[in-house]
């Protein structure tokens, strides 16, 4: 199975989950007269907009090179997190609006039971963070890695809906608005979320460079290669799931124009196999001095 593959079975995954804890925590939320939830469940639907999203922006960047993209349309990924991390800062501040509205409004004390929903939540929320961002580091996937992190952001928006609802519970009247606290903290927690998944996407689009290990590992599989002296520039950039390389090969300076040719195309074709997330490799040769 390809990165693209694995990548888009994870979204679909997600999307199956994210909408039935929106339906779950909606309906715990509206009869067990917590905001918290409610709050929850409004981040929890607006994931399955992102997820699709995602899915979206993953086949698009999974299409071939062509005409006018001989670099493939890897560059979709990135732009389709930047859209993700809008839907996460518009849920956000739709969670902070409507808990300062509930703080200031008299309301009853949540139900006993909403406690015993969220505990599975939690669980499974957790469980889906640390299956999709697995798979995101296998794959390279900057928008899988953001939808991970939207598992890993309504978890812990559980979590502090979880204690809202326990403190409003456990000192009961008087402390009804401890459950829209919590939710007002998880919006925050949201925006911050927001904010670490789009600095690494906004990275690759401006081609920064964070590829130190690869790099190495590039220089490392290049002196195993017949006729490569050493490196020297090693220039790495980020489209999708692919890393374009273009990376200077040293090589005796007595040798042919043609045998040169020849280990640039050897050092080309064992980079592309013993790393498989390349995808451009472009190698210039120089010569010792």
């Given at each position: 199975m390809t990165n693209e593959q694995t990548a888009i079975r994870t979204t679909y995954f997600s999307i199956v989950g994210n909408a039935s804890l929106a339906i779950i925590k909606g309906f715990a939320g509206f009869f067990g007269n917590s905001y918290a939830l409610i709050a929850d469940a409004i981040e929890s639907t607006a994931d399955i907009f992102s997820s699709f999203l995602v899915l979206f922006g993953l086949?698009?960047?999974?299409?071939?090179?062509?005409?006018?993209?001989?670099?493939?349309?890897?560059?979709?990924?990135?732009?389709?997190?930047?859209?993700?991390?809008?839907?996460?800062?518009?849920?956000a501040t739709i969670i902070a609006y409507e808990s300062i509205k509930n703080i200031g409004t008299p309301h009853e004390l949540p139900k006993i039971w909403t406690l015993f929903v969220l505990i599975p939540l939690i669980i499974w929320k957790e469980i889906s963070f640390q299956l999709v961002i697995r798979k995101?580091?296998?794959?390279?996937?900057?928008?899988?890695?953001?939808?991970?992190?939207?598992?890993?952001?309504d978890a812990i928006t559980s979590i502090a809906a979880l204690i809202g609802i326990s403190i409003a519970l456990y000192f009961g009247n008087g402390y009804e608005t401890a459950d829209d606290w919590a939710?007002?903290?998880?919006?925050?927690?949201?925006?911050?979320?927001?904010?670490?998944?789009?600095?690494?996407?906004?990275?690759?689009?401006?081609?920064?460079?964070?590829?130190?290990?690869?790099?190495?590992?590039?220089?490392?599989?290049?002196?195993?290669?017949?006729?490569?002296?050493?490196?020297?520039?090693?220039?790495?950039?980020?489209a999708g799931m692919k890393y374009h390389v273009e990376l200077h090969a040293i090589v005796q300076a007595d040798i042919t124009v043609k045998f040169g040719h020849e280990i640039a195309h050897n050092l080309k074709d064992t980079l592309l196999n013993d790393i498989p997330q390349l995808g451009h490799v472009l190698i210039h040769i120089e010569p010792t001095e």
């Open positions: 086949k698009y960047a999974s299409r071939p090179a062509d005409k006018n993209h001989p670099y493939g349309h890897g560059r979709a990924e990135p732009l389709i997190t930047f859209l993700v991390v809008g839907f996460l800062i518009t849920s995101a580091k296998e794959t390279n996937s900057s928008s899988l890695k953001a939808d991970a992190w939207h598992h890993r952001s939710a007002l903290f998880a919006s925050g927690f949201i925006l911050y979320n927001s904010y670490k998944i789009f600095r690494p996407a906004l990275g690759e689009i401006m081609d920064e460079h964070l590829y130190d290990d690869l790099v190495a590992d590039i220089r490392k599989v290049s002196l195993s290669c017949a006729g490569v002296v050493a490196t020297e520039k090693c220039f790495v950039r980020k």
